[in-house]
């Protein structure tokens, strides 16, 4: 479980390129504990009940999370920057699902009020500015929807490396291997107080934050990864709901 991150990069020019290993990253997070048995797991006891409720995944990768979120009624549609992402979400979901290749950093293609509800799951923490993706996630959920947002935990960071400053917005990579496959990603790290500031000026409530457990089998799956933590929660990841205004 690779839950620390790198070291802080200043003048690292890393592209975030899931093309190059999407089918590696798909293959390994099908059973893997940080998505299988604690994200995804997380994203749908938050949802709750969905029956009937349409659903924008923005960066839906190969759409695992839309699958268990159509699984429970919703009616699903999703985006990712990464084209092959969106070829494997579509073999996954199916030809008659909305599923787009679009980037959370520009105008989103969807009209105003589309959605109930919105899912970005591991996305935001890729961003500098959230600004104009927060801006636009707002336009498009109908008055009161909801927003899911999982992102890196904001004490990651300053765990791994005493000196760097919290408070600051740090660029900083850190290095993976998805089921064979070597990849680099470059994450931006923020302070909790500048996450909640930017969610009330894009037009949110924040209803819940969230450091749930995973799914109470992941003991027995991953003994020796959850050895660590008796009291069977780890830190990796920060769970939102917003609420639009």
């Known amino acids: 479980m690779s ?3 790198g070291s802080p990069a200043a003048d690292v020019a890393v592209e975030n390129d899931y093309d190059d290993f999407a089918e590696a990253y798909t293959a390994e997070n099908e059973t893997s504990l940080l998505n299988a048995y604690y994200a995804r797991p997380a994203i749908v006891d938050l949802a709750g009940d969905v029956a009937g409720r349409r659903i924008l995944d923005a960066g839906c990768g190969a759409g695992p999370v839309s699958a268990a979120l159509r699984e429970r009624g919703a009616v699903v549609a999703g985006f990712d920057r990464s084209a ?3 070829e494997l979400a579509r073999q996954r979901l199916g030809a008659d699902t909305d599923l787009r290749v679009a980037d959370i950093g520009e105008p989103l293609p969807y009209p105003d009020g589309a959605f109930d509800d919105a899912v ?3 996305v935001l923490h890729y961003l500098e500015d959230w600004t104009g ?3 636009e996630l707002r336009r498009v959920l109908k008055p009161g929807g909801r927003l899911i947002v999982v992102v890196n935990h904001p004490i990651m960071l300053k765990m791994a490396h005493r000196e760097s400053d919290y408070f600051a917005t740090t660029k900083w990579t850190d290095e ?3 089921n064979g496959h070597k990849a680099v990603l470059t994450y931006w790290h923020r302070p909790l107080h500048a996450m909640t500031d930017a969610f009330t000026a894009a037009g949110f409530r924040t209803a819940v934050i969230s450091e749930p457990p995973p799914s109470p ?3 027995e799956l991953f003994p020796d990864e959850m050895a660590p933590f008796p009291s069977g929660a ?3 990841f920060l769970f939102f709901v917003l609420e639009a205004v």
Do not use: Q, R
């Open 3 to 5: 839950t620390n991150p």
């Open 84 to 86: 092959k992402m969106v």
């Open 120 to 122: 970005a799951a591991l």
């Open 133 to 135: 993706p927060l801006a």
């Open 176 to 178: 993976y291997e998805f």
């Open 217 to 219: 089998e992941a003991h």
């Open 234 to 236: 780890f830190l990796s």
